[in-house]
């Protein structure tokens, strides 16, 4: 909310914030999309939630799920094992501009680990102790896929991985 980019100096109060893009020379316009907005006081950056992009797209698919590595009690039980799960991500941009992705995976776990799989990977790092965030930008009118296989340890097993983190960490 600055002069630089138009919007003045004061500051903007709350309502509705439509936003519009001119399509050509003739300063027409399109509608892009809105957002509630709360009050912004002047010269502060504010980023706004437009909805899903229907011209870029992220589609996870599941292509592999197992078990193993089964620890069993004292009775015979099954008290722990490990889930791998193999997935694939294609992304689709047919914005006539590169787009900026930004993947969050929740995991639903604390214990896991992730590695790259196939011969196309992305920039991934630890977003916190459930979810996992993939970076990349996807040139313009194109496609691209990454795989990686996720291990969740259950059970014992859990307990166990926890124990070689914190060892790994001294």
């Given at each position: 909310n600055?002069?630089?980019?138009?919007l003045?100096?004061?500051?903007?109060?709350?309502?509705?914030?439509?936003?519009?893009r001119?399509?050509?020379?003739?300063?027409?316009?399109?509608?892009?999309?809105?957002?509630?907005?709360?009050?912004?006081?002047?010269?502060?950056e504010?980023?706004?939630?437009?909805?899903?992009?229907?011209?870029?797209?992220?589609?996870?698919?599941?292509?592999?799920?197992?078990?193993?590595?089964?620890?069993?009690n004292?009775?015979?039980?099954?008290?722990?094992?490990?889930?791998?799960?193999?997935?694939q991500?294609?992304?689709?941009?047919?914005?006539?501009?590169?787009?900026?992705?930004?993947?969050?995976?929740?995991?639903n776990?604390?214990s896991?680990?992730?590695?790259?799989?196939?011969?196309?990977?992305?920039?991934?790092?630890k977003?916190?102790?459930?979810?996992?965030?993939?970076?990349?930008?996807?040139?313009?009118?194109?496609?691209?896929?990454?795989?990686?296989?996720?291990?969740?340890?259950?059970?014992?097993?859990?307990?166990?991985?926890m124990?070689?983190?914190?060892?790994?960490?001294?």
């Amino acid at each position: 909310n600055d002069s630089e980019h138009k919007l003045g100096t004061t500051p903007l109060p709350n309502g509705t914030m439509k936003l519009y893009r001119q399509v050509n020379t003739d300063q027409n316009t399109s509608y892009v999309g809105g957002a509630d907005i709360k009050y912004i006081p002047g010269n502060e950056e504010v980023e706004l939630n437009l909805g899903a992009d229907t011209l870029v797209k992220v589609e996870p698919v599941l292509m592999d799920s197992r078990t193993e590595n089964y620890l069993f009690n004292d009775k015979g039980d099954i008290a722990g094992w490990d889930e791998i799960e193999t997935w694939q991500i294609k992304l689709t941009n047919t914005r006539d501009i590169p787009a900026d992705f930004e993947i969050t995976r929740n995991f639903n776990t604390d214990s896991w680990d992730l590695k790259m799989t196939g011969t196309e990977a992305v920039e991934y790092q630890k977003h916190d102790a459930q979810h996992a965030r993939f970076t990349t930008i996807l040139q313009a009118q194109s496609e691209r896929s990454f795989s990686y296989a996720l291990t969740k340890y259950e059970g014992t097993r859990k307990e166990i991985h926890m124990k070689e983190l914190r060892e790994q960490q001294k």
